[in-house]
């Protein structure tokens, strides 16, 4: 009798505390609309050909100089500039594996180092000497290495990534490399 008491009574509680909450959630909150003001709209003057005035850009000006907003094409080449921009979608971060870890040469671990790459779009006139840093867990530095600019290509932008010389490559992987889990 007393565990039925219990269950009715712990049923009772669930029902008032949950229906409660599901009552609060069902009034709307009133949220203030933000004003806005829509520019006006100016209907176009028909213009007949006599008002036609050849001097200027459109019919029906007579006599005044009115500039014409003319809207850039989305095919008009843009020119590089002396200050470096990164082509955002050119960024690859990758690894290279290797299938053994310099400090247990005898286990049979994979071991790994980042490589970086990424375009740069500007003039070509100065060389950049970018530096890709590598950091541990802890914030300390791993290792950083210079990166290589190749040349320009067609589309005006500058590759640089992380240098590809084996002999520079092999000696990273072993002293540089980490082991993968």
Not at 30 to 54: G, H, L, M, R, Y
Not at 73 to 87: E, F, G, H
Not at 130 to 149: I, K, R
Request: charged share 25%; proline share 8%; glycine share 2%.
């Amino acid at each position: 009798m007393k565990k039925l008491t219990a269950i009715i009574t712990m049923t009772t509680l669930f029902f008032i505390v949950f229906g409660t909450l599901a009552a609060v959630a069902q009034f709307p909150i009133k949220i203030p609309k933000i004003k806005t003001e829509k520019p006006k709209v100016e209907q176009p003057k028909s213009a007949s050909p006599a008002d036609f005035d050849p001097t200027t850009d459109t019919p029906g000006s007579s006599g005044s100089t009115r500039s014409v907003a003319v809207r850039k094409s989305q095919y008009d080449r843009v020119t590089p500039t002396a200050k470096p921009l990164l082509v955002r979608d050119s960024v690859y971060i990758q690894t290279e594996m290797q299938d053994s870890y310099w400090k247990t040469p005898n286990v049979k671990q994979t071991s790994w180092v980042p490589t970086v790459r990424f375009d740069v779009f500007y003039d070509y006139k100065a060389e950049l000497p970018y530096v890709a840093e590598y950091f541990n867990p802890d914030g300390s530095l791993w290792y950083s290495e210079t990166l290589d600019g190749d040349n320009r290509s067609a589309d005006l932008t500058t590759p640089f990534r992380s240098k590809r010389d084996i002999n520079y490559r092999i000696n990273l992987r072993n002293t540089k490399s980490s082991i993968a889990t």
